[in-house]
C-alpha cells in the first residue's frame, strides 16, 4: 500500500503504508507512520490491526496528506497497464526467439537477456497488482493473442523485422514510463513545497519506474544495433506496431 507523504520534521520515523484499492469504496485512507524502533511500534502496531479509523494522527500530532481520487486512479490505470505491456513483452520474445535463434544463433544470449528482463518487470508488476488489489486488464485474453501473433509474425520475417517490432514497442514504452516517472516528480516536487516528502512505496516505484524505463530503452538500443531500420517495409511496420501499442495503452488503462 502506497504513503503520499510524510512531514519532513518526522523523517526520524518510517512511514508505513497507504492503501488505495481500485475497488473498494471506502473512506480514503491517509498516511500513517510507525516509529523507526520495532519495540517502540509495538502498541501502535496492536491500535492499527483493531478498526483504527482512517484518519489518525502520529505520535507528533500530525496528519498526513492522503492520496486524492486522481492519484488513486492515476496509479490504478498506470499499473495495470504496466503489467499488461510486460506481458505483451514477454510473449513478444517468446515468440521471436525460436525463429531468430534458428537463423542468427549469435543472438541467442541477447535475446534471452532482454526476455529475463521482461519476466523480471513482469513479476514487478504482478505483485504490484495483488498486494493492491488492482483489477487487471479485461484485454488480458486478446493482448495475449495480438503479442503472440507479433513476436511470431516478426520473427518469421527475420531479424530485421524482429528488431523493428522492439525498436517500436520499445520506443512507446519508454515514453510511457517517463511519463508516469514525470508525474510521480510532480507529486514529489508539490510535497516538498509543503515540507512533506513522498512516502516509502511511492519512493520504491518511483525508483523501479526508472530502472524498468533505462532497461526498456536498453533494449531499444540492442534493436537498432541490429539494424532495426534495415527492416523493410520499415516505417509502414513500425508506425502500425507504435499505433497498436499506444491504442492498447489507452484502452487498458479504461479497462
Known amino acids: 500500500m502506497f504513503s503520499l507523504s ?21 473512506a480514503p485512507a491517509v498516511v500513517r507512520c510507525a516509529a523507526t524502533k520495532r519495540a517502540a511500534s509495538t502498541a501502535a ?50 515468440s521471436q526467439t525460436p525463429p531468430i535463434v534458428r537463423s542468427h544463433p549469435h543472438l541467442r544470449p541477447l535475446m534471452k537477456h532482454m526476455l529475463d528482463q521482461e519476466k523480471g518487470h513482469f513479476d514487478t508488476f504482478n505483485h504490484l497488482l495483488a498486494k ?25 520475417l527475420g531479424r530485421e523485422a524482429a528488431m523493428a517490432c522492439t525498436e517500436a514497442v520499445e520506443t512507446e514504452i ?50 537498432v544495433e541490429n539494424d532495426a531500420k534495415e527492416a523493410r517495409p520499415y516505417e509502414l511496420l513500425t508506425n502500425v506496431i507504435r499505433g497498436g501499442c499506444r491504442a492498447a495503452i489507452w484502452l487498458t488503462e479504461k479497462v
Not at 512531514?7 to 475497488?23: K, Q
Not at 484485454?139 to 518469421?156: C, E, F, K, N, R
Open 6 to 26: 510524510c512531514r519532513t520534521a518526522a523523517r526520524s520515523l518510517r512511514p508505513s503504508h497507504f492503501s488505495f484499492a481500485s475497488e473498494v469504496a471506502a
Open 45 to 94: 502496531a496492536a491500535q492499527i490491526n483493531n478498526d483504527t479509523p482512517p484518519e489518525y494522527h502520529t505520535p507528533s500530532g500530525e496528519q498526513r496528506t492522503p492520496l486524492s481520487a486522481e492519484q488513486k486512479a492515476f496509479l490504478d490505470g498506470a499499473l495495470r497497464v504496466n503489467q499488461a505491456g510486460e506481458l505483451a513483452a514477454v510473449l513478444i520474445y517468446l
Open 132 to 156: 493492491h488489489r488492482i483489477r487487471p486488464t479485461i484485454m488480458y485474453p486478446a493482448w495475449t493473442v495480438a503479442s503472440t501473433v507479433l513476436g511470431w509474425g516478426t520473427g518469421i
Open 174 to 223: 519508454g515514453q510511457h514510463y517517463n511519463e508516469q516517472v514525470a508525474e510521480l516528480l510532480e507529486w514529489e516536487r508539490r510535497l516538498q513545497a509543503k515540507g512533506e516528502e513522498l512516502g516509502p512505496e511511492l519512493s520504491e516505484l518511483l525508483k523501479n519506474l526508472r530502472r524498468i524505463r533505462d532497461e526498456e530503452l536498453e533494449h531499444l538500443d540492442h534493436a
